[in-house]
């Protein structure tokens, strides 16, 4: 499953890059970068099962690409994107489900259900404890935070 976590980063990162609006300030590649390190981080000092660090890093790659297209429930074109990403890699689908189910957490309010959408929602939320947040408030209040 290791390769699908690569390839996922390799597909958003130039996703991203080719489709994220030039005014989208925050929820862009270093935010995504941010999510997925947080998962990790977060992940490897909780009780996962086989496999779930996966489930994460792949949420975490994908969860805000629905930003490209729209602002306001983002996280259903975020869930089609992945979603056909997933199924054009021959993952399985219950290994799917696992990541849009992460994804869907990550809505605001946030209200996860499980151990591993608590993850992604808390990865989610990482940049609150940056230092560099004190020097970017103007990037936070542009992108509506």
């Given at each position: 499953m290791l390769e699908v976590v690569k390839r996922s980063e390799i597909f958003v990162r130039e996703f991203l890059t080719?489709?994220?609006p030039a005014n989208m300030h925050f929820?862009?590649?270093g935010h995504a970068e941010d999510v997925a390190y947080a998962v990790n981080q977060i992940g490897l000092s909780s009780p996962l099962h086989e496999g779930d660090l996966d489930v994460l890093a792949v949420?975490?790659?994908f969860h805000d690409t629905g930003?490209?297209?729209e602002y306001e429930g983002h996280e259903n074109s975020s869930v089609d994107i992945a979603d056909g990403?997933?199924?054009n890699?021959?993952?399985e689908r219950s290994f799917i489900e696992k990541v849009l189910n992460c994804i869907w957490s990550t809505r605001f309010p946030q209200k996860p259900e499980n151990l591993l959408e608590q993850i992604i929602c808390d990865a989610?939320?990482?940049h609150f404890s940056k230092k560099i947040i004190t020097i970017m408030?103007?990037?936070y209040g542009r992108n509506g935070l």
């Open positions: 080719t489709n994220l929820h862009n590649i949420s975490a790659w930003y490209c297209f990403f997933l199924n890699e021959n993952c989610d939320l990482y408030p103007g990037v």
